[in-house]
Nanobody, 115 residues
Framework: QVQFVESGGGLVQPGGSLRLSCVAS????????MGWYRQAPGKQRELVASLTNDGRSDELSDFWKGRFTMSRDNTKNTVYLQMNSLKPEDTAMYYC????????WGPGTQVTVSS
């Protein structure tokens, strides 16, 4: 059974950083195309970054370019999202996912950027 457990969110001031973690089970992250999504209140869920199985991290929008980077630890079957220079607009619930599959979403982790 595929499962995701996200953690690492919290309250951070504008300009701060956070590293989110996602422990996956039921498959091997190094063999999958992985992504991080976020969903702000009243908005649709959107993909913010992806990581190919050869370790290439893609940020999918100029809005996030240079600020969000994905990585993984194969020994822990975990993917990460390093977020720098956070803005209030980054406030959202963040989820990881295996792209191109219709897996059940994990609980997510809340990121709040506020002074």
């Amino acid at each position: 059974q595929v499962q995701f457990v996200e953690s690492g969110g919290g309250l951070v001031q504008p300009g701060g950083s956070l590293r989110l973690s996602c422990v996956a089970s039921g498959f091997t992250v190094s063999n999958a195309l992985m992504g991080w999504y976020r969903q702000a209140p009243g908005k649709q869920r959107e993909l913010v970054a992806s990581l190919t199985n050869d370790g290439r991290s893609d940020e999918l929008s100029d809005f996030w370019k240079g600020r969000f980077t994905m990585s993984r630890d194969n020994t822990k079957n975990t993917v990460y999202l390093q977020m720098n220079s956070l803005k209030p607009e980054d406030t959202a619930m963040y989820y990881c996912a295996r792209l191109q599959y219709d897996d059940t979403w994990g609980p997510g982790t809340q990121v709040t950027v506020s002074s």
